[in-house]
């Protein structure tokens, strides 16, 4: 073969290839639109099993209208290529659903009849540069009227985009609601302001109540009941008050006769303490109830973990940032990943929360579900309380720690009724229930779980209110409920969907610093304040005939010890300052190290990679040449 034709056959193959490779394309487009291959850790773009397990569980059609508006958002590149994968997405449930989801897309053009539809089905439009508006939701309706809505599908929920329509799914297909009843000292049902800021509209209920309130028909019980609601599926208990007899009692029976149990107890809850009302108890605990189910819990002692801190910003000028061990960034190392509730939790921000463990002579079984570090010791309650500055804390921490406490357990197996003489309203009566041979009961030692501000920010997009997580607090509340009343479908949805990838070996790296430099920063800076009132004394101690503070009123011993003592305070703040810089060179060495990483050695490898290929290519060739 001559080199012309030779290289007339290299183009029309390469011709070919390309033909093929774009016919492909087309055929694959047209005919596979939802296959993709997902290589993220999480799985993220792949439909989940709890998913699936829903769409299978459907009995009468549900009907998805998705509103986007085409033409208009045409412009709009981000909105219009995420608007392709909800649509993607949507009809992907679709094909998996065998004709039991009904999808509709619609373009609600200005002016249309389409838009009216779009506003009466409760969408939320956001204008354009030239006034038109971009519709971009979905409403689901299901056979007896029931209606579910996604305003505005907006893309600070993008991570969360399966789970809002699968839930969504979920209410539509089971329109009977589980009943949730809940008992706590705190507002969860008004917000800070209690009833009356609600009604004059400057309150409303903390959003992880919210969600529950979507999904469960949630009752709060008045403070004064003595029994448990009929037909209640699960009870959660969030920082209770001190609860009488008849009240621990009805807990008891209804624990005993089957019933499934939440309780958050707290050492020091700062929620109940939070917007200058401290009207509800500062800790909270269920001492009779957690003997007979098998639970030791100290309400005076809260957990410090200095590898777990948050940073928080503080008050001194000298140290801005700190990390303060009673607020607790826990991560996937901390949680249990064989039960169901934890299994796919990926962070919970925590505040002064208490340690649980297994009683002696228990005959329950304990599994943690959420613990600390370590690293992490017991620090009294008041202390955190009252003097909250974070390197006394650390200091007060045992070096040797006593860690990992369960934060979060599970109360599963035989349990004996607390009350074996029976209510306090009948003396001397039996209890109906005496024992159980296995009690369902989750606990956990905090309830600042529920504060807004430790696990979303909320937005306002278009005039509606967005939440946007960022930590799993609501996911492993609601994660409890549905696994304690047996749906556990849509866990699987929620819990992975926080891509949170906490820079673990940096937050080690603050905590070793601050607790080796924070001894020596303390002594240096009680040292500067002692020269600060040595150096103020010599200069305010001139004559006693009150002459004015100058040099020529100072003895010679005096300026002499003034001089030494204005020395003394240079070098003190030259110390401190290295001790600051300190803690932060390792951090800071940390960070050079990944940007040089990040930016030089994917491009080295690349570099490094082509100059081996050329070599390999170069050595074939030299042994292809005939001597």
């Not at 694959?28 to 993220?40: I, Q």
């Not at 920082?239 to 807990?251: K, T």
């Amino acid at each position: 073969m001559t080199p012309l034709s030779r290289r007339l056959y290299a183009i029309a193959a390469l011709v070919l290839a390309a033909v093929i490779f774009v016919a492909l394309n087309i055929a694959v487009d047209a005919t596979v639109t939802t296959a993709r291959l997902d290589l993220t850790q999480n799985h993220t773009f792949t439909l989940a099993k709890g998913t699936r397990n829903i769409i299978a569980d459907i009995r009468e059609p549900i009907h998805f209208n998705f509103y986007f508006s085409r033409k208009t958002a045409q412009n709009y590149a981000q909105v219009s290529n995420y608007a392709g994968r909800v649509r993607d997405l949507l009809r992907e449930y679709q094909a998996l659903s065998h004709g039991k989801i009904i999808l509709r897309e619609v373009d609600p053009e200005p002016y249309s009849e389409q838009e009216d539809e779009a506003t009466a089905d409760g969408l939320t439009g956001a204008p354009t540069d030239s006034g038109d508006m971009v519709y971009f939701g979905l409403l689901g309706t299901n056979s007896i009227d029931g209606r579910e809505v996604i305003p505005f599908f907006n893309q600070e929920r993008e991570n969360y985009l399966e789970y809002d329509i699968t839930s969504m799914l979920y209410r539509l297909s089971e329109p009977k609601k589980p009943k949730l009843a809940v008992i706590s000292s705190l507002p969860l049902d008004t917000g800070l302001g209690g009833m009356a800021a609600m009604m004059q509209g400057g309150g409303q209920p903390f959003l992880i109540y919210q969600e529950l309130a979507k999904s469960y028909d949630t009752q709060m019980l008045d403070p004064s009941f003595t029994s448990i609601p009929a037909g209640v599926d699960v009870l959660m208990i969030v920082h209770p008050p001190e609860l009488g007899q008849a009240q621990s009692y009805a807990i008891d029976q209804f624990v005993l006769k089957g019933g499934r149990a939440l309780v958050f107890v707290d050492p020091y809850s700062e929620l109940s303490q939070a917007g200058g009302q401290g009207s509800g108890p500062v800790s909270s605990n269920l001492p009779q109830l957690f003997k007979a189910w098998g639970i030791a819990y100290n309400p005076d002692k809260v957990i410090a973990d200095p590898t777990l801190a948050q940073r928080v910003q503080t008050s001194d000028p000298r140290n801005p940032v700190a990390s303060y061990p009673a607020w607790l960034h826990l991560g996937p190392d901390n949680f249990d990943t064989g039960d169901q509730i934890t299994a796919t939790l990926q962070s919970l921000n925590l505040a002064s929360a208490g340690a649980l463990g297994h009683a002696r002579g228990a005959t329950t079984d304990f599994t943690p579900l959420v613990s600390s570090s370590k690293d992490a010791g017991l620090l009294d309650a008041a202390e955190v309380r009252f003097n909250p500055r974070p390197q006394d804390l650390i200091s007060s921490i045992p070096p040797q720690g006593g860690g990992p406490y369960a934060i979060a357990a599970r109360i599963s197996g035989p349990a004996r009724t607390a009350y074996p003489n029976g209510a306090a309203t009948a003396p001397g009566s039996a209890p109906q229930v005496k024992g159980a041979r296995n009690i369902n009961v989750v606990v956990m030692a905090d309830s600042d779980i529920f504060d807004d501000r430790f696990w979303v920010h909320v937005e306002d997009a278009f005039g509606k209110k967005v939440a946007a997580p960022f930590a799993d607090n609501a996911a492993f509340v609601i994660n409890a409920v549905e696994n304690l009343t047996g749906s556990d479908d849509l866990i699987s949805l929620r819990t992975r969907a926080t891509n949170d990838r906490p820079f673990t070996v940096v937050k080690k790296l603050q905590a070793d610093a601050q607790a080796q430099y924070q001894q020596e920063a303390d002594a240096l800076q009680t040292r500067l304040t002692d020269i600060e009132n040595r150096l103020r004394a010599l200069q305010q101690g001139g004559p006693a005939n009150g002459q004015a503070d100058n040099s020529t009123s100072l003895t010679p011993q005096q300026q002499a010890a003034i001089a030494q003592a204005k020395r003394d305070l240079s070098d003190t703040r030259a110390q401190l300052r290295d001790v600051q810089h300190n803690l932060r060179s390792k951090i800071d060495r940390l960070g050079t190290i990944l940007a040089l990483i990040n930016i030089w050695l994917v491009p080295l490898l690349v570099f490094l990679s082509a100059v081996g290929l050329w070599l390999v290519r170069r050595q074939r060739r030299a042994r292809a040449v005939p001597l």
